[in-house]
T-cell receptor, first 113, second 111 residues
């Protein structure tokens, strides 16, 4: 069964450093998303992406965040200058269509020291 | 602020019993409703989705939706210890495809 994959599973970085989190969505899916979950808190929407453009973003997704689909398979989330409060699980998700179910990848645990 | 509310639990049920998980939402324009299961340290895994008022059954799981009361629930019949997890309710509005999650209800099924 097709799955969303994410790399790395765990990323440790120093405050102020840039990180890139990578995702490979399910191959026939057209809509891509990033969510995050701070330890003990709810899953929060960051951004949705379709047709090589951001279609929606949350207040959390400020100028330090960016997304890109650099090729036909990868979808990346870049955090330009990490802060301590960026420490969280970051989940990539994809869906076939606008209204379709979103399937989540296994997540990347980001730890900012 | 559009909210999804769930009782955080823990909800403890004996093995074989019915577990009932509840969720309310604030946005009357919400169109799609999802239940995800999340084991500790893992990602959300889709259990069921429901779009229309009424019940929807899939194996041991039944989702119930009441849009007038802005209420969605998940029943798990014949609960198993492996069902022990956090159950996340997620709601999607009509004009957006972002999911708004509740904080989740921790279910503990006692052998």
């Amino acid at each position: 069964e097709p799955e969303v994959t994410q790399t790395p599973s765990h990323q440790v970085t120093q405050m102020g450093q840039e990180v890139i989190l990578r995702c490979v969505p399910i191959s026939n899916h057209l809509y891509f998303y990033w969510y995050r979950q701070i330890l003990g808190q709810k899953v929060e929407f960051l951004v949705s992406f379709y047709n090589n453009e951001i279609s929606e973003k949350s207040e959390i997704f400020d100028d330090q965040f960016s997304v890109e689909r650099p090729d036909g398979s990868n979808f990346t989330l870049k955090i330009r200058s990490t802060k301590l409060e960026d420490s969280a699980m970051y989940f990539c998700a994809s869906s076939e269509g606008y209204t379709d179910t979103q399937y989540f990848g296994p997540g990347t645990r980001l730890t900012v020291l | 602020q559009k909210e999804v509310e769930q009782n955080s639990g823990p909800l403890s049920v004996p093995e074989g019993a019915i577990a009932s998980l509840n969720c309310t939402y604030s946005d009357r324009g919400s169109q799609s409703f999802f239940w995800y299961r999340q084991y500790s340290g893992k990602s959300p895994e889709l259990i069921m989705f429901i779009y229309s008022n009424g019940d929807k059954e899939d194996g041991r799981f039944t989702a119930q939706l009441n849009k007038a009361s802005q209420y969605v629930s998940l029943l798990i019949r014949d609960s198993q210890p492996s069902d022990s997890a956090t159950y996340l309710c997620a709601v999607k509005g009509g004009a957006t495809n972002k999911l708004i999650f509740g904080t989740g209800t921790l279910l503990a099924v006692q052998p």
